[in-house]
């Protein structure tokens, strides 16, 4: 009986010591979707022990077996597990209705569930997993309502933003970027008519989210700059716990998304020997006959045997590269965390001579002082180099060799020098081998705050800001060149931008027994400057000296400065009541210096309420309708993006018979106001199936009155026109979003994200009548910027000549449609516009144990594009300019049915602006797609390696189009800053479509 009770007593004690005894505990956690989760915070109750899930969601803690593991993470229910005999422990954790996510909004931050504006999140899962240059292009199908556009392929191109449509006909038409609280510059400072992206220095990397203001109870805190939206970025920020280390490197290669087929050398021969002898008569042989003019453009070569056949867009359109590393250290604990990044980006376009680099650094700190007291500073700096090339209209552009007939050899016997002697037009290659177009920017952001609480309800804060872009231009063309009568020329321009921005601001927040309240009120300054100098020369000794000071002719010079300021005055109110009956207020008073005397001020109001219908009793334990909230808006922003002195008499000092003088250039007008915005906007946030299915519904209003325009005045006056508040225009549309989780499995997740959008843009007041700009029109009932036109009506089978509509208008107000060979005849009319009526983007996001996969397609309707260039690349051999290969289906025999005229040599037949040149720009586009695999963590731990990701991505793979040009969203870079010309195609460079091999290291 005693070794009984010895041997339970001894097996008792031994057990007693190992259930004592720490134990390694691991395992790994899980979101609803079966996705890793990194960051989620492992404590053992009642102690300060702890530790984090790294990035693939693993985690490793030591525990005895009575200790609780306590999971958590913000926006997921807790969970508390006992360790006991147990060395694995794996969590699967769910949506907590209680901790919701929260956005950025202006001057502060706010529960989601809360939110009863109109605004689109995007974090930084949506942004990284496609390696892209800019950020604008990182958000192309991602947000219902809004339009990116690259206008152009290369690499600096501009950048198009569109938030529920355009909202004025001459003010800026581009949001308002800013970042961690700074109001960004954003002016496009080319030094030519083609637009650069004014963002292109910012590195995608950064950002951790992207709240983009749609309506105006959102944006109207920013007051004279909320028309065109808010696009509000916040860059990654460290967090308290291990260091962490992130490595990304990718390389790629590009090509051009389209080409256009054009003639080669035996059919340009054929069409234009038929051309000359519809407009000579077949005996003329001045084309074909030794030394005639074929000859002289092979320049020696028989291209009756072959011996040249050139394909130009070879030559313009070539392979390119991209390059994009960058690393980033983060961490902290709990008073001090921080950030810091370094990322380089070098991309060879794929218009030959085009190019980028970019270096980038950031640094982000926040300290806590005390409990009450914390200060932080955002800090960024960028140098990038450009390599740029002509604009659209130039021959020195690439794009323009197409012009070139394929009987011109490219390069001279040499095989190096490019030919200049036989080619038709200047050849392009000419100015990549004697000449150059570089542009270095540099620049600089810094945001530092400082936050005191006095008490747990009332804090201050107070930012202050700064953003310095400085841009070189220097341009030479050696002697070879355009340039060679000069002998040679060289230009320098230095842009220096700067921008000081100070915020101050106290916040108030209270919870009562039934309600909540949020207040908010402060001041803001912000003031820009910019010095601009320019000077030229002629006249080179040397093609090796490629500065002014080499020049021998100061041929130009010039230098100018500018500033403007906004003073402001904002506050915002938020309540809720019984957690859903919501109510915000908010008011703006904004003053600038770019308005009159009598008007300087203005005062943009909002208001919005929501009502969550979820929380009521009918609804509250319904096991379909997770979450429902009505919600609706209304408020007045502004648009201050006109020129800094537009109120003012101006005086421009000039020389006048070597004397110097003051001349006057513009009227005064003390009355300049703001255009003002009305926007209404009524929506539906909805979340079914415990929120499987979650989506937005939206109709909104948007009417601006007080445009900014040039009014013309009697000339009488001496004047043209003076800058007047006059006219209205309207947005309406509808925006939907419905996002799903269609697939959720331990090993196999799949969710999707759908956006749609409508857009009906109205001019719907002009009180002196039509603007006509070349193509494009503004006119009261109409679309602004429509396509004005005459209609082409095909080819007269009879004898090939071209016919149009007469459409002139009947008794009853009908139009004639009347053929006619007389283009005179045929009277103009809106037909189009180059705006999309229908924008949609569809996200899918699938994993399967360690791979996982992603798309984007994005589409566009409704919208067209006109071909500026049409009549000399299509047209009929009328100029000597190579022709698009449809050309060759021209009419030649009586009863031929088709929409190509005759081939008739310098004879117009059909060249003229009509709808010949128009078409619809509809497109599906599959934007971006990605493949990783991330390597098994037991297999990287070996090498001290947290995740190690190998993916693949691709950029603009698939295009679906019925547009026979370029591309449907290449327009010309010429016209990328008007205001009114728009959707015109100019020998406009296509998008480069990109595939990507990298790596993404976490240590």
Known sequence: MKIKSYFFFGLFFITSIIFAQEKEISGTIIDEQGMPLPGVSIIIENTQTGTETDFDGNYSIKAKPENVLIFSFLGLKTVKQTVGKKTTINVSMISDNQLEEVVIVGFGKQSKRTVTDNIASLTSKDLNNIPISNLQGALTGK???????????????GVKMRIRGVSTISSSQEPLYVIDGMPLINDDESVSDAPMNPLISLNPNDIESIQILKDASSAAIYGARGTNGVVLITTKQGKSGKTKISVNSSYGWSEATNTVKFLNAEQYVELFTEASANSYGADDLWLTEPGGYFDDMANGLDWRNGEVDTDWTDYALVNGSVQDHSFSISGGDEKTVFYVSGAYNNTEG????????????????????????????????????????????????????????????????????????????????????????????????????????????????????YDSNNQLDEYFAGS???????????????????????????TYQKSFNTSNLEVVAGMSFEESSRKRQYVAGTGFPSDALQTVESASEITAGSSSRTKYNFLSYFSRATFSLYDKYLLKGSIRYDGSSRFGADNRYGIFPAASVGWILSEEDFLKNS??????????????????????????????????????????????????????????????????????????????????????????????????????????????????????????????????????????????????????????????????????????????????????????????????????????????????????????????????????????????????????????????ARYEDNQTADQMNRWQNPGDITDVPQARMYSTNGQQASTRYLEKSDFIRLRNLSLGYTIPRNVTQKFSVDRLRIYFTGVNLLTFTDYTGYDPESTYDNYGNSSIQKGIAFYSAPPAKTFTLGLNIDL
Do not use: C
């Open 623 to 876: 096991n379909t309708v997770s979450s429902l909230k009505l919600r609706g808006s209304y408020g007045i922003t502004g648009n201050a993006g006109i020129g800094n002195f537009a109120s003012l008499g101006l005086y421009n000092g000039s020389a006048y018979n070597k004397t110097s003088s003051l001349s006057p250039s513009q009227l005064a007008n003390s009355d300049l106001k703001w255009e003002r915005t009305t926007q209404v906007d009524v929506g539906l946030d909805f979340g079914l199936l415990n929120n499987k299915i979650t989506g937005e519904v939206d109709y909104y209003v948007k009417t601006t009155n007080d445009l900014l325009l040039n009014e013309p005045v009697p000339g009488t006056s001496g004047w043209s026109s003076i800058t007047r508040n006059v006219g209205s225009m309207q947005n309406s549309g509808f925006e939907f979003v419905l996002n799903t989780t269609n697939v959720t499995t331990s090993n196999f997740t799949w969710n999707s994200s759908l956006n749609l959008s409508t857009l009906k843009n109205e001019v719907t007041k002009l009180p002196n009548g039509d603007i006509v700009a070349e193509r494009n029109l503004v006119r009261e009932g109409e679309t602004i910027s429509s396509f004005y036109l005459v209609e082409y009506a095909g080819v007269d089978p009879d004898n090939g000549d071209a016919l149009f509509y007469t459409n002139t208008t009947n008794a009853d107000g009908t139009l004639d449609k009347t053929k006619t060979n007389v283009y005179s005849d045929a009277e103009r009319i809106v037909t189009g516009n180059p705006y999309p009526t229908l924008m949609a983007g569809f996200t899918n996001n699938l994993s399967y144990r360690n791979f996982d996969f992603s798309f984007t397609f994005q589409g566009e309707w409704g919208a067209s594009i006109y071909n500026e260039g049409g009549k000399f690349q299509s047209g009929n």
């Open 480 to 506: 070879l060149t355009e340039s060679a009568s000069t002998n040679g020329y060289a230009d320098a321009t230095s842009i220096q931008s700067d921008k000081y921005n100070i915020n101050n601001y106290f």
């Open 143 to 157: 947000a219902a309502g809004v339009q990116i556009q690259q206008i152009n392929g290369k690499v600096e191109g």
């Open 350 to 465: 794929i218009v030959r001579g085009n190019s980028l680099e970019r270096y980038s650094y950031r640094g982000n700190l926040d300290h806590k002082v005390s409990d009450k007291f914390r200060i932080g500073l955002n800090s960024s700096l960028s140098k990038t180099q450009i390599s740029r090339i002509g604009t659209d209209n130039s021959f020195s552009t690439p794009l323009q060799a197409i012009a070139q007939s394929p009987l011109n050899p490219a390069y001279l016997d040499d095989g190096v020098t490019p030919n200049n002697e036989s080619t038709i037009y200047y050849n392009f290659l000419m100015q990549e081998y004697n000449g150059s177009w570089d542009v270095n920017i540099t620049r600089a952001i810094m945001n530092t705050f400082a936050q005191y609480d006095f008490t747990p309800d009332l804090s201050f804060r107070t930012e202050i800001g």
